[in-house]
């Protein structure tokens, strides 16, 4: 069955630093999201992408976060300065389409940051 | 501001009893409503809900949605110890949003 694959499982670093997860939608789906979910609470949308741009982002995407398509199968997602806040599970979704009421999101594994 | 409640946050029961889980939500265009099932790692989908589709079963689990009340009940029968996940439920909505909101989840443990 097709995945969403994301790398790395598991990121620590450093507060101030700059972290880039990636991920592998599913190759046929032209939809994408990110979503991070802080330990014990609820998943929250970042941000969702289309056509090469972004076609939607929460309060929480600031200038800090910025997604990337570099290529025709990876989506990245890159955390400039992080804070010890950003701390998360993140995942990548895809969806095969946007049409309302069908929006099926499937999600990867999930990235798991851990800012010292 | 979309919100959607779950409740319980938490249920133990044992193996073979049927549960019921909830989600209440209030959004401003709804559009659909989706379970998923988060065990260790990605949350898998489970169904989805809508103005054309409010029930669907699938083997032990369904789930109704009730458009008056703004809920959706998620029920499993002869529950089996992988079942014990967090049960998420989302909603689709906001007017075109693309993001997905979530509630807390309900953590559900089977002891055998």
């Known amino acids: 069955e097709p995945e969403v694959t994301q790398t790395p499982s598991h990121q620590v670093t450093q507060m101030g630093q700059e972290v880039i997860l990636r991920c592998v939608p599913i190759s046929n789906h032209l939809y994408f999201y990110w979503y991070r979910q802080i330990l014990g609470q609820k998943v929250e949308f970042l941000v969702s992408?289309?056509?090469?741009?972004?076609?939607?982002k929460s309060e929480i995407f600031d200038d800090q976060f910025s997604v990337e398509r570099p290529d025709g199968s990876n989506f990245t997602l890159k955390i400039r300065s992080t804070k010890l806040e950003d701390s998360a599970m993140y995942f990548c979704a895809s969806s095969e389409t946007l049409r309302s009421g069908a929006n099926v999101l499937t999600f990867g594994a999930g990235s798991r940051l851990t800012v010292l | 501001e979309d919100k959607v409640v779950q409740s319980p946050l938490s249920l133990v029961v044992h193996e073979g009893d049927t549960v019921t889980l909830n989600c209440s939500y209030e959004?401003?265009?709804?559009?659909?409503l989706l379970w998923y099932k988060q065990e260790k790692k990605a949350p898998t989908f489970l169904f989805m809900l809508t103005s054309s589709g409010i029930e669907k079963k699938s083997g032990r689990l369904s789930s109704i949605l009730d458009k008056k009340e703004l809920s959706s009940i998620l029920n499993i029968t002869a529950t089996q110890t992988g079942d014990s996940a967090i049960y998420l439920c989302?909603?689709?909505?906001?007017?075109?949003?693309?993001?997905?909101?979530f509630g807390k989840g309900t953590h559900l443990i089977i002891q055998p």
């Open positions: 992408f289309y056509n090469n741009e972004i076609s939607e």
């Open positions: 989302a909603v689709e909505g906001g007017g075109g949003a693309d993001g997905l909101t």
């Open positions: 959004v401003t265009n709804f559009r659909s």
